[in-house]
């Protein structure tokens, strides 16, 4: 085994610790895997920790549970049992989605709704099901899941090969498992995948002892941070596996050996794991560039020039990556405790990865960084305000909370921080170093100035007031469950729809109460005003999702 020195991993927990207290992270803990096996791992807490982090730790990881969903239906690709170019009523009976496209059909790859389309996002459909979505504190069963969605209608065209992320269609994926194994999907991902590889603390599901062992998470607002709430979700296969830095490196150093474990058994074979790490379809304009492409269930990237696959999860206050270097031999994991810290989670993996790389001279060596100078008296006091874009007349605040700045930008609170004199890089819990986002990079050139995406803005002293569309009035508010609010705003002369935590959608009529959501989680579905759900509730459905209105909150009289 090619071991880490002392010094590697110390600078690698010096990152990390970094990270940690810079952006006030509860915890990140970490593993760092080769085709021997587990070459360091750790749990950085902040200095105010107070969890007990132990060998058995666990955390959810998310959307890395697409990984062992896609290695399930492998292996029952290899046994016969499974076609992946099929359409899915050959295994589920009645599974027909309603088609919007037939007729005119936009690419080569036929209207059938087969399990390598959802396995790789391009079958077209919705983001989230009606039941068991991210917003749904019930867990219905995986099949009623999927049975509302086996009448529900594409968003896109499957026949054109285009990815467009679909929780959703993971759950339908999970449910041939189920259908074909008669086998729940828990069972079968435990007797076959984490069985095998003795992934003891791992759990399909919050099984027995999970929520004890799960390391306390935390979602945050510029107001403060609060408790992740914790329940099972639904559509299991898509996202709800739990487990343990050292579970996951035995599955990340299993995938690193060809599908091979220590004893020389095979879970799955070369082939079919080459076949999950071939891209396939095409990647939306203004998609993820960190990845080149979307395989079965896995992202396809690039680590200085070495083909990196993995995946990244987010799931109420868990952030973790997994990012492997099949072609080098290595691979690491990161499991954060802050809600939406991904990009810190995938920026500290490739950290990880290249100090493996320089330790075997497949790499040169990763030096540390220097701080960012400190924000000034005076830069707190005269840079906070509303800033105007001189050209379309949108208004951005810049907001100072404790000795830290923020630019309200784009609906969410980027952080920013000094580099040298009037220039500012968007630096923070959201984004940093390396992170896929263009508009980084921020001046103050004078007073009353800034700069921000190549354009120019200038210090208001009051944004303007702004009609309401009387039309829209009686639908702005609160919506949803009171660990999710989601929020329908009017602003810039646009409806934008505030939803899961940061992420604002801007929304363009369509006809009547009807809009298309633009942005980053809910590209192109479909928003829907003055809903009204079976048990005659008022509310607002997102795709087939629906969200009750919330009663405004009234202040006490004093």
């Not at 091979?260 to 074979?269: A, K, M, Q, V």
């Not at 700045?405 to 630096?427: H, K, N, T, W, Y």
Request: negative net charge; contains cysteine; hydrophobic residues 35%.
């Amino acid at each position: 085994m090619k071991s880490l020195s002392t010094g590697d991993i110390s600078l690698f927990e010096d990152f990390i610790r970094h990270e940690v207290e810079d952006k006030q992270i509860p915890s990140i803990s970490y593993a760092l895997v080769d085709q021997d096996g587990l070459l360091a791992e750790g749990h950085i807490q902040r200095h105010d920790g107070a969890f007990e982090m132990r060998q058995d730790t666990c955390f959810r990881i998310g959307s890395i549970t697409k990984t062992f969903t896609s290695l399930a239906i492998m292996q029952l690709v290899e046994k016969g049992v499974l076609d992946l170019d099929v359409d899915v009523s050959e295994y589920l009976s009645g599974f027909q989605p309603l088609n919007p496209f037939i007729g005119r059909e936009s690419g080569p790859y036929g209207s059938q709704i087969s399990l390598r389309k959802l396995m790789s996002h391009t079958a077209g459909m919705v983001r989230e099901p009606k039941s068991g979505h991210y917003l749904d504190a019930n867990r219905p069963p995986l099949a009623e899941t999927v049975a509302e969605l086996a009448t529900s209608t594409l968003k896109q065209d499957p026949s054109a090969g285009i990815m467009h992320y679909s929780n959703a269609g993971i759950a339908v994926v999970g449910q041939v498992i189920e259908k074909v194994t008669r086998k729940t999907y828990s069972e079968y991902i435990t007797e076959n995948v984490l069985a095998p590889l003795e992934m003891t603390d791992t759990s399909a599901g919050m099984g027995q002892g999970v929520r004890e062992r799960l390391a306390h998470a935390y979602m945050w607002t510029l107001e403060g941070d609060s408790p992740a709430p914790v329940f099972n979700l639904g559509g299991s296969p898509a996202g709800n596996i739990f487990s343990t830095t050292a579970d996951m490196a035995k599955y990340a150093r299993c995938l690193l050996c060809g599908g091979f474990l220590p004893d020389g058994r095979s879970i799955i074979t070369p082939a079919s794991l080459r076949e999950m790490w071939t891209p396939i379809g095409k990647r939306p304009a203004g998609h993820d560039k960190a990845l080149d492409g979307y395989g079965l269930c896995f992202g396809i990237g690039d680590v200085d020039g070495w083909t990196s696959v993995g995946h990244g999860g987010a799931v109420y206050g868990y952030a973790s990556q997994m990012i492997l270097l099949p072609s080098a031999g290595v691979g690491v994991l990161i499991f954060s405790t802050l809600d939406f810290t991904n990009q810190i989670a995938s920026r500290l993996g490739t950290d990880g990865l290249r100090i493996a790389l320089a330790s075997r001279r497949m790499g040169p060596a990763l030096e540390r960084e220097q701080s960012a100078p400190p924000i000034t008296e005076d830069q707190l006091a005269s840079l906070p305000g509303n800033y105007r874009h001189e050209l379309s007349g949108e208004v951005v605040e810049v907001k100072a909370k404790g000795n830290r700045l923020f630019l309200m930008g784009e609906g969410v609170p980027l952080q920013i921080r000094p580099v040298a004199g009037s220039d500012f890089v968007v630096d923070g819990r959201i984004y940093g170093r390396g992170a896929d986002y263009p508009h980084m990079n921020l001046s103050f050139p004078k007073p009353g100035k800034l700069v921000w995406k190549d354009a120019d803005w200038s210090r208001i002293e009051t944004p303007p007031t702004e009609k309401i569309p009387p039309e829209l009035a009686p639908y702005l508010g609160e919506y949803g469950p009171d660990f999710n609010v989601t929020y329908l705003t009017y602003s810039h002369g646009e409806l934008k729809c505030l939803i899961e935590y940061f992420c604002t959608h801007k929304c363009e009529p369509v006809d009547g109460k009807r809009f298309r959501m633009r942005g980053l989680l809910y590209e192109e579905e479909i928003l829907e005003l003055d809903a009204v759900d079976e048990r005659g509730r008022r509310g607002i459905r997102v795709g087939p999702m629906f969200l009750e209105r919330r009663q405004p909150h009234i202040e006490a009289a004093s």
